[in-house]
């Protein structure tokens, strides 16, 4: 399967820690990547993670995965005004052929000053 | 280094019409990917060119087409337009490799009347 799912809708308070989650249903060698949108913006890359990794820590970003739950986790530390977006998880499948990213329905993310 | 650009960024059409979209991916990537973002149904991914060959295919009808060209620019073309086609149209490059990550432009918006 290829199903990737987040939940809908995240509100926190500035200077607070943000969590966003994802999980995953594929089982085999991936990459996961957190990609941000902002209005009428195309797709910016945040971070990625290979599944052999369990953490990946990038400035204020840290992204843990859990294999065994199929479970993504983005972690803004400190967030700002400007961290109010559309946030989207996604896979890629390392076996299959291409570049073909499934993505997750999105999180949007309300900074509350 | 210039990022993805896409050409035009909106456009409006009616019904039954032809469009082409165009995309310049980032100097010496070469695999180009198109992905459809609708409120319904999210991102999804059309195609990815890599060497001026259709390298992964998504699940869109026939209408939906792409090339791309030496230079690696690669441009998407949508025929008999419906209402449905009404979406944001996303391109991503990469360099080459399957592991490669994907760079996004700011896509086109197509309005379908």
């Known amino acids: 399967g290829e199903d990737v799912e987040q939940s809908l809708f995240l509100s926190v308070r500035e200077g607070d820690s943000s969590v966003i989650n994802c999980t995953y249903t594929?089982?085999?060698?991936?990459?996961l990547y957190w990609y941000k949108q902002e209005p009428g913006a195309g797709l910016q890359l945040l971070t990625y993670?290979?599944?052999?990794?369990d953490m990946k820590q990038d400035q204020r970003l840290t992204v843990l995965l859990n294999k065994k739950d199929k479970h993504l986790s983005l972690r803004i530390a400190d967030t700002q005004t400007g961290d109010s977006a559309i946030y989207f998880c996604?896979?890629?499948?390392?076996?299959?052929?291409?570049?073909?990213?499934?993505f997750g329905g999105g999180t949007r993310v309300l900074v509350k000053p | 280094k210039a990022g993805v650009t896409q050409t035009p960024r909106y456009l409006i059409k009616t019904r039954g019409q032809q469009v082409t979209l165009s995309c310049s991916p980032i100097?010496?990537?070469?695999?180009v990917s198109w992905y459809q973002q609708t409120p319904g149904q999210g991102l999804q991914f059309l195609f990815e060119?890599?060497?001026?060959?259709?390298?992964n295919k998504g699940n869109f009808p026939g209408r939906f087409s792409g090339r791309q060209f030496s230079n690696s620019r690669s441009e998407m073309n949508v025929s008999t337009l419906e209402l449905g086609d009404s979406a944001l149209y996303l391109c991503?490059?990469?360099?080459?490799?399957?592991?490669?990550?994907?760079?996004f432009g700011p896509g086109t918006r197509l309005t379908v009347l």
């Open positions: 991503a490059s990469s360099l080459a490799g399957l592991a490669d990550t994907q760079y």
């Open positions: 594929d089982s085999s060698s991936t990459y």
């Open positions: 993670i290979f599944s052999n990794m």
């Open positions: 996604a896979e890629k499948q390392i076996k299959a052929a291409g570049n073909k990213l499934t």
């Open positions: 100097s010496g990537h070469r695999s």
């Open positions: 060119y890599f060497s001026e060959t259709q390298r």
